[in-house]
């Protein structure tokens, strides 16, 4: 197993380790299935089912990658092998939750707005708030703000860690678009 699955979680280690895709631009791509990472694979499989997504495919980013991310073209979320280390597995649900977010407005841009819109927000930042509101449908809400809270990145000083994490707390659930909660949503930090 490569030196770069740390993770104190064996849920967050791989179990038996399937030689990753090489990317010509980008870090090598380690697949999430029930070898690698079952239990990784089974909360994808959960939650993008409970999205109503079809045909996504998780992979784990090596090469000490830190971030997470959806590429719509490939129909594919990655998140970083450095992400797996530093995070609880609850936090990665929420991650997950997340890059799902992007995915089901993707598929439905004409989808009413999750919540209430924020007032001042641009619709890039909007965006963000949105996959946040989803995640917290597919993941539940714990495990999102941790996400958020133990993630702490944002690539856009408009809209820091803390204004999400307050906009999560204040969300209530109660008008998600996705078709209910996966089984992972009532998990608690």
Do not use: W
């Not at 030196?3 to 380690?30: C, I, M, N, V």
């Not at 860690?161 to 008008?175: G, K, M, T």
């Amino acid at each position: 197993m490569p030196d770069e699955f740390t993770s104190p979680d064996p849920r967050l280690r791989p179990q038996h380790l399937t030689a990753p895709a090489a990317q010509p631009a980008g870090p090598p791509e380690y697949p999430v299935d029930e070898t690698n990472f079952p239990a990784l694979a089974d909360a994808f499989a959960s939650m993008q089912s409970a999205a109503g997504l079809q045909g996504y495919r998780l992979v784990v980013l090596g090469d000490d990658f830190a971030g997470a991310g959806t590429d719509f073209d490939r129909k594919l979320i990655g998140i970083g092998a450095r992400r797996l280390n530093r995070q609880p597995f609850e936090a990665i649900i929420g991650t997950i939750g997340h890059e799902l977010g992007h995915a089901y407005r993707q598929k439905h841009p004409e989808a009413p707005l999750v919540g209430a819109p924020i007032a001042g927000l641009t619709p890039q930042r909007m965006e963000e708030i949105e996959a946040d509101r989803i995640g917290i449908c597919l993941a539940g809400a714990a495990s999102s703000i941790e996400a958020l809270r133990t993630g702490g990145v944002t690539l856009d000083p408009g809209l820091p860690v803390h204004f999400r994490i307050d906009a999560a707390e204040h969300f209530s659930p109660a008008s998600c678009p996705v078709g209910g909660p996966s089984k992972y949503s009532g998990i608690k930090v």
